[in-house]
Structure formats: structure tokens, C-alpha cells
């Protein structure tokens, strides 16, 4: 476990730009590391089951893994579990929740891996969220030498894994980074991760802050049922916190109307949220010109040369 102390933070931001830069290097770093292991068993394990909590950057770390690799000559196939999500309507009894292993086509997911690495062409579904139905087909042409990644919560889950562990490599990516504050209380990865979802939801799908923080400890609880659990599967483990992180939240978040009225202190105390709020009142706020395209940064507050 990692941790890093605030007053660490608020000395680096006296050199902002040299700063991010630095731990932008670091990031590309563990992308870097990840790929090396992920060519060096290519032979055997060509798919890259990769997954994440909600807000842990799973995507972008994702799509850096198909750049990078591309970059090299290596063609890559990507894949999002979302997009096999079943049909409202077409739902077992035990999918009580979007974070249920029980709402995926599991079985379409997992052929679909099997025949891109088997070089076959497939019809790739996608998930139309708006009317809980699949949308339509897109084909997707596969390869022996390709690398197949697919991303999502539960593709570490036995229940998809267990079906491709002798051919894929595990990659579990979260923050996992803690922050010490000046009173020295700890803000755990979680708490990071409902600040990147309220600024990302906001902006993105036009719900409230208190919405998302709502929701929040539904998704909580997916995690520790669904995805904790298995963590054990992955071979890779990459922590996606960026030490100038908290002053682009602060930023951001501070722009979002009804901020202070929304997160009030008996709000924030109510839902374990008060250390994280004294770290976004006690970090220098910084806006993101110097931030690259590619960070996952910038899948939280928008900018990305990616489409989410």
C-alpha cells in the first residue's frame, strides 16, 4: 500500500508543470512494465482480461495498453464487457443489480474472445443504455498474432475467467494510493474515486453530485461482492493514481454549481466524504493545458484524445 502525505503534495505543486510531467512519466512507466509481460507470454496468453472498480480508470488504462502495443507493430483487438450486457427483459433472477456478473451475456463475451484470437471475424454487439437492449452489431476482425484485450468489472470474475485462464493475463487497475491529510486522516482510494465520478458525471451524464454519491455506495457494494474477490487472478496489478491529482479534482469540482450547496458538511459527514473534502479545501487547484491527451485525468474531467 502506498501512501503519499499532503504537504508531499502541496511542495510539488510549487513546480506544477515539472510535476505532472513527472508523474505522467511514472503512469507510462506501468504501462511500459505491463506490455513487457504481456509480449513476453504473447505466444501462450494472447487475451488481456482486464478489470477495475467504477471509477478506477480501467478504459483509459485499457487504451493505453492498445496504443502502446500498436505503436510496436502489434495489432490489437479491444473489447468493453458493457457492450454484452443482456437485454432488460432477458435478465436471470439473480441479476438484482447492474454490478451482477448475472446481467452480462457471458458466453457471447467469452466466444467472441475465442474467435478473434482464433483469426475469425465477429460481430461485435453494442449496448444501446438508453433502451436496455442491444443496439446492433459491429464486425471485428481477428488475428493468431493479434492481442485481445477485454475490459470490464467482472472479466476477472471465475465465472468469465475461469473460461480463459490458460490464455489470459489478469490486469486488476485501481487508485490505491492513500493520502495522509494535515491532521494525519487517511483518504482511501474510494473516496478519490466518488470525486473523479461526481466531476465525470456531471459533465458527462447530468446527474447531481449528490446523485453520484448516492449511487455510489450501491456501486460500493457491487465491488466488494463482484470484484474484490477476485483481484487474486490478476498477474498485473496497476495503481492509476497521479500524485497531482487532487489539485485538477479541486479545480473541477469547485466549478460545478451548487458545489458547496450540494456537498454541505452534514452531507459530506453523513456519507463519509469529510476527509476528502478537507483535501480538495487544502490542495493548490490546477487546470489541465500541460495535462497529455492520453492521462486518465482526463477521462474524469474531460479533454481526452479517447472516446468513452
Known amino acids: 500500500m502506498r501512501v503519499i502525505d499532503i504537504e508531499n503534495i502541496n511542495y510539488n505543486m510549487k513546480n506544477d508543470t515539472q510535476f505532472v510531467l513527472r508523474c505522467e512519466e511514472v503512469f507510462h512507466d506501468k ?25 478506477s ?7 493505453r495498453l492498445q496504443k502502446y502495443l500498436e505503436n510496436l507493430g502489434v495489432k490489437v483487438c479491444m473489447l468493453s464487457m458493457d457492450n454484452f450486457f443482456l437485454p432488460l427483459d432477458q435478465r ?31 460481430d461485435i454487439p453494442w449496448y444501446d443504455f438508453k433502451t436496455g437492449n442491444t443496439g446492433g452489431y459491429n464486425k471485428m476482425q481477428g488475428s493468431k498474432d493479434a492481442i485481445i484485450i477485454a ?16 490464455e489470459a493475463n489478469g490486469i486488476y487497475v485501481a487508485p490505491r494510493t492513500r493520502i495522509i ?35 455510489a455506495e450501491s456501486v460500493d457494494r457491487g465491488e466488494v461482492n ?21 489539485c485538477i479534482l479541486s479545480q473541477y469540482l469547485k466549478e460545478i454549481p451548487q458545489f458547496r450547496e450540494e456537498l454541505d458538511d452534514t452531507f459530506v459527514e453523513e456519507h463519509g466524504l469529510t476527509d476528502l ?30 472516446q468513452y
Open 31 to 55: 504501462i511500459s512494465a505491463a506490455v513487457g509481460t504481456i509480449l513476453s507470454g504473447k505466444k501462450d496468453k494472447p487475451i488481456v482480461a482486464l478489470t477495475g472498480p467504477s471509477g
Open 57 to 63: 480508470g480501467k478504459t483509459t488504462t485499457a487504451m
Open 92 to 122: 436471470p433472477p439473480e441479476a438484482t443489480d447492474w454490478e451482477s456478473p448475472y446481467c452480462v451475456n457471458r458466453d457471447l463475451l467469452v466466444s467472441c474472445i475465442e474467435r478473434l484470437a482464433d483469426g475469425r471475424e465477429v
Open 151 to 166: 475490459e470490464g468489472i467482472h472479466m476477472l470474475n471465475p465465472l468469465i475467467f475461469d473460461k480463459l485462464r490458460g
Open 181 to 215: 491529510t494535515a491532521d494525519d486522516k487517511i483518504v482511501r482510494p474510494e473516496q478519490l474515486r466518488v470525486a473523479r465520478r461526481m466531476i465525470r458525471d456531471y459533465n458527462t451524464r447530468g446527474h447531481s453530485l449528490r446523485d453520484t454519491v448516492i449511487r
Open 226 to 246: 463482484y470484484i474484490q474477490p477476485h483481484k487474486n487472478n490478476a498477474s498485473i496489478h496497476i495503481d492509476t493514481f497521479h500524485d497531482y491529482e487532487p
Open 277 to 306: 473534502m478537507h483535501i480538495v479545501d487544502s490542495v493548490p487547484p490546477l487546470r489541465t493545458p500541460f495535462v497529455p491527451l492520453d492521462s486518465i485525468v482526463r477521462e474524469f474531467v474531460g479533454g481526452s484524445c479517447f
